[in-house]
């Protein structure tokens, strides 16, 4: 069974709108983190924004929120006010414990383009 | 200063031929990984090193020999690279129960 699940292979949105990129995972570790990354067209991959899951508040930075609904699983990031730039490949991942070691597994990935 | 190195940025070979790619981080992180970047940008965990010791070895042909020499380095070495071998590899560390993995530039191999 997939543990991350990102079911927007592609994406578009004007420039200066807001736009949801959906993300659901699965696990059975009470202890887990989520992040978002962006990998734009130079392939490097960009940390965004991370939440673990007994933070009570959704995480922000800058333009990008998280919207972590626990009870749905689902943790998906919101860009607000989007820029030409941000058009990449955006994808979600999730630390959990595998063994008593830590393990970080990727979705399948969105590509989100920007409209001018 | 780059956190997590990966040396070559670019690696084109010939069928058959054996290539290692190099990765170092200067962040003291005790967990390091390897992962593949497919033509259709899926990422996927192939090893997990935690101080020099595996911990994951998600089914990967055995040509594939990942090499910790200390808890700074991991290595990957492949033998007999196949044409389906083509694809870019990230490097990547992360602290004990930390929030993110911190990435490499990756590197794309290409088989001929």
């Known amino acids: 069974a997939q543990k991350i699940t990102q079911t927007q292979p592609g994406m578009f949105v004007q420039e200066k709108e807001a736009v949801t990129l959906d993300c659901t995972y699965d696990?059975?570790?009470?202890?887990?983190?989520l992040f978002w990354y962006k990998q734009p067209s130079s392939g490097e991959m960009i940390f965004l924004i991370y939440q673990g899951s007994y933070d009570q508040q959704n995480a922000t930075e800058g333009r990008y929120s998280l919207n972590f609904q626990k009870a749905r699983k689902s943790a998906n990031l919101v860009i607000s006010a989007s820029q030409l730039g941000d058009s990449a490949m955006y994808f979600c991942a999730m630390r959990e414990n595998s063994g008593g070691y830590q393990k970080v597994t990727f979705g399948t990935g969105t590509k989100l383009q920007v409209i001018p | 200063d780059t956190a997590v190195s990966q040396t070559p940025k670019y690696l084109v070979t010939q069928m058959g031929n054996d290539k290692s790619i190099k990765c170092e981080q200067n962040?003291?992180?005790?967990?390091m990984y390897w992962y593949k970047q497919d033509s259709k940008k899926f990422l996927k965990i192939m090893f997990s090193y935690n101080n020099k010791e595996l911990i994951i070895n998600e089914t990967v042909p055995n040509r594939f020999s990942p090499k910790s020499p200390d808890k700074a380095h991991l290595n990957l070495h492949i033998n007999s690279l196949e044409l389906g071998d083509s694809a870019v590899y990230f490097c990547?560390?992360?602290?004990?129960?930390?929030?993110?993995?911190?990435f490499g530039q990756g590197t794309r191999l290409t088989v001929v």
């Open positions: 962040l003291g992180h005790d967990t």
């Open positions: 696990t059975s570790d009470p202890s887990y983190g």
């Open positions: 990547a560390s992360s602290p004990p129960r930390g929030r993110e993995a911190f």
